[in-house]
């Protein structure tokens, strides 16, 4: 056991991260959120990235308030420009760059025939060339520090099709982004992993549930419950710990069973 530190310690001390998406709209916390804290309460220092200050402070204040190091960072992950300040600001307050955690993504509805084609470019946009965005400048200074974890968030609705036509295909891109930047940059050191949640409470679901719809969800799954923003952000927490130092590439739902089963969500 001369390879294993088996001494309690925080599962990401002295490492720094990226959560883009990690402001949470209202009281139901987010999925970027739940991961931006629970790095910090592993001991990394987090870039907490989003569009809205509101929003973002309130994650700075959570971990600020357990004694975590956190700063925010207002930008656009669209835009090739805002990403790469992204990455300099980062290396700038702390030095270094070890996680990268995509998170930010947007629904869209209906199949295609009913999309709207702006719609779909946006979808696209948002939720798989941000990702590459944000990827193409932090890679370059994970791998110059010596390598790396990357975690794009999925969704089960790219192996589980339900109506959200341009939503699947670009969770389904997600999926084979992390598989070729795992291929990519295993030289660099850098593993990159990829989450598909499933019916998680959060605050992008929240404002459309009502009590029956989630106790249809809880019934969706073999367990009988519904997800929490903080189960993603546990398994993100594994997949940027060195816990998983020999996992790449990876497909990982976290979804309570759902995509063994077959009642409707």
Known sequence: MTDTQLEPQP?????????TGAGSRGDVIGNGQAAAILFAYEGASVLLVDTDEEHVSRTLDAIESHGGTASVFIGDVTSAESCQAMVEATVQRYGRL??????????????????DPDDWDRVMQVNVKSMMLMSKYAVPVMASGGGGAIINISSISAIRPRGLTSYTVSKGGVMALTQAMAVDHAGDGIRVNCILPGPVYSSMTAPNMTSDRRDIRRASSPLGTEGSPWDIGWAAVYLASDEAKWVTGLIMPVDGGVTLMSPSR
């Open 11 to 19: 599962r990401l001390r002295d490492k720094v991260a990226i959560v």
């Open 98 to 115: 070890d996680i990268l955690h995509n998170n930010v993504g947007i629904g869209g509805a209906g199949s295609v025939v009913e999309v």
